[in-house]
C-alpha cells in the first residue's frame, strides 16, 4: 500500500503524495484516499513534535525579523541622508570657490572698466534711495 518513490520520478497511477521524507530524499505515496489521512496524520505528528503552537515560535519570529528591518531601513535612510548631504556640502563649497575665482577674475586688469560701471551704478542707486 505504501510506496516510497525517488525524487524526480512519476508517482504512479492511483496514488498520491502524502510526505516528503527529508531523511532519505523520497516522496511518499498512498493510494488516492488514504493520502489525505496519512498527511493529516503526518503534519499532527510533527505538530505535536514541535511543541504544538508553532505559530507562537513563528510570531516571534516575524516580530524579530520586522525589527531587524526595521532596523536595516533607518540605517538605509541615515546613509542616503549622509550622502546628500556630503554632496549638499561638495556643491556648496564648489559654488564658493567659483564665486571666489570669478571675483578674482573680475579684478584683473581688462575687467576694471565693468567694474567701474557697476560701481556708478550702485552709488547711483544709493544716492537715490537715501
Not at 488514504?34 to 515560535?57: A, T
Request: aromatic share 14%; net charge positive; hydrophobic share 30%.
Amino acid at each position: 500500500m505504501r510506496k516510497e518513490i525517488p525524487e524526480f520520478t512519476c508517482i504512479p497511477k492511483g496514488y498520491g503524495l502524502a510526505y516528503r521524507c527529508m531523511d532519505r530524499l523520497v516522496l511518499i505515496c498512498y493510494p488516492i484516499p488514504f493520502n489525505l489521512i496519512v498527511r493529516k496524520w503526518h503534519d499532527f505528528y510533527w505538530r505535536i513534535m514541535s511543541g504544538w503552537f508553532p505559530v507562537k515560535h513563528e510570531k516571534k519570529m516575524l516580530k524579530i525579523s520586522k525589527e531587524i528591518r526595521q532596523k536595516e531601513k533607518n540605517k538605509l535612510k541615515q546613509y542616503i541622508n549622509d550622502i546628500q548631504g556630503r554632496f549638499y556640502r561638495k556643491g556648496y563649497n564648489e559654488g564658493i570657490q567659483k564665486g571666489y575665482t570669478e571675483g578674482y577674475e573680475a579684478r584683473r586688469a581688462e575687467n576694471i572698466d565693468t567694474l567701474k560701471a557697476i560701481r556708478k551704478k550702485c552709488s547711483f542707486w544709493k544716492k537715490e534711495r537715501s
